[in-house]
């Protein structure tokens, strides 16, 4: 069938705007589905390697009960209730009526390191597959499922990987293989996998203000022989895999060629505008966001802060050492707190102090309390200038 003149097909009809997702599978960014023995034998490996994970990272479980579907629903939701929650002292509970999509799933799964699938009920982006003669029949009809295999495990009753999974893994040679007894081997396979799914760090110098309180622009001041946003680029790029300035779109002109401007897309929201916009133009990095107008801040500052990054939070960042809370514009922003900045918006929040305050995060206390003192106004200024 021939184009009609002036018509548009489908595949030319862009209606909506891409941009770079998240690296999310059906629940997180991280996640394994255990494939291929008994359920009680699935639950069992996800106990062990959550109890060794856990210390340091936050893990998830993911299953289905057997059953018909007949079962009463429970407490309110049998009277028609959507929602029930229930504060149960020393954990929380969440009865929900309605099913559950892959959006609400990522949303509720974002925060999490680790996500541990009982894969005989559902999917996951990357698969741990037992060799199981129990389930071997299950198995092979699961098989078109095992597109992204990491881990192969003998159960106690096989001595080798069945023909069907060879034939459905050329590589599986290349594969890591365990016996399921094997624990040790198994939870150091998954913390090599977790320290290697650590976010690369880039870096943002916020320059974007108005420095309407100063007078001048305050990232145009040249505290150290050059322009204070061009410095603390440089001092950020020797730490960081790549560094970016934060500007409005009108001053993107006015960045040095030298230096990676990144003007704001979620414009008129200040500082937390900047970082949603550095999270839109790569959202599986962690920034390290940094205000210009800190002109004592130091390497030795900076280094101390990736040194004790604990990428399991939201963020690592100081404490103010005038009142204590967090300092949000000297912070490393993880991946998993893009969509927590997006949901505080969405509830008409745009205070980056405000996140900190309220969620998960690691606070250190400064090595050096002045590094962390920011100047606004022309008494300010002239104060640091006899410091410095």
């Known amino acids: 069938m021939k184009k009609q003149e002036g018509s548009v097909t489908l ?7 891409i941009i770079k997702r998240p690296a999310y599978g059906n629940f997180g960014s991280q996640e394994w589905a255990i494939v291929g023995t008994p359920c009680g034998a699935i639950k069992s490996l996800a106990d062990t390697l959550i109890k060794a994970l856990s210390p340091a990272y936050k893990c998830a479980y993911v299953d289905a009960l057997h059953g018909d579907g007949e079962e009463a629903l429970p407490g309110r939701l049998s009277s028609g209730a959507v929602a029930a ?23 509720f799964f974002s925060e999490m390191d680790v996500v541990l699938v009982n894969g005989n009920h559902r999917e996951a982006k990357a698969q741990v597959v037992v060799i199981d003669t129990a389930k071997k029949t299950s198995l092979q009809k ?30 599986w040679q290349s594969i890591p293989l365990y016996r399921l007894q094997e624990t040790d081997k198994i939870i150091a396979f998954w913390k090599q996998q ?18 309407v309180r100063m007078g001048q622009d305050k990232g145009a001041i040249a505290w150290h022989g050059k322009e204070q946003r061009y410095y603390m680029a440089d001092l950020l790029a020797g730490l960081c ?12 002109s006015d960045i040095a060629s030298a230096y990676t401007a990144l003007p704001d897309t979620f414009t008129g929201l200040g500082p937390y505008g900047a970082i949603l916009s550095a999270f839109r133009e790569q959202p599986d990095a962690a920034w390290l966001v940094v205000a210009c107008d800190l002109p004592l801040l130091d390497k030795a500052t900076l280094q101390h802060l990736i040194q004790n990054r604990n990428s399991s939070a939201l963020a690592t960042t100081y404490a103010s050492p005038h009142d204590g809370f967090p ?16 949901s505080f918006l969405a509830q008409g929040y745009t205070c980056p102090r405000k996140v900190l305050r309220n969620t998960d995060i690691a606070l250190l206390q400064p090595l050096h309390p002045d590094a962390l003192m920011n100047v606004n106004t022309p008494d300010e200024l002239e104060r640091v200038g006899k410091m410095l």
């Open 327 to 342: 300092e949000p514009l000297i912070t490393i922003w993880e991946p998993k707190s893009y969509p927590v900045l997006l």
């Open 85 to 107: 929650y229930t504060d149960q002292i020393n954990y929380h509970q969440l009865d929900y009526h309605k099913p559950f999509d892959a959006f609400q799933y990522r949303q």
């Open 11 to 17: 595949k030319e009809h862009k209606k909506h705007s």
């Open 142 to 171: 699961r098989v078109t499922q095992l597109t992204n295999v990491q881990l192969l495990l003998l159960a106690n009753d096989t001595e080798e990987v069945f023909d069907f999974v060879k034939e459905a893994l050329p590589d």
């Open 194 to 211: 977790l320290q290697e799914a650590k976010p690369k760090l880039n870096g943002l110098v916020l320059a974007g203000g108005k420095s």
């Open 241 to 252: 895999t790549e560094t970016f300035i934060s500007c409005r779109p009108e001053q993107q």
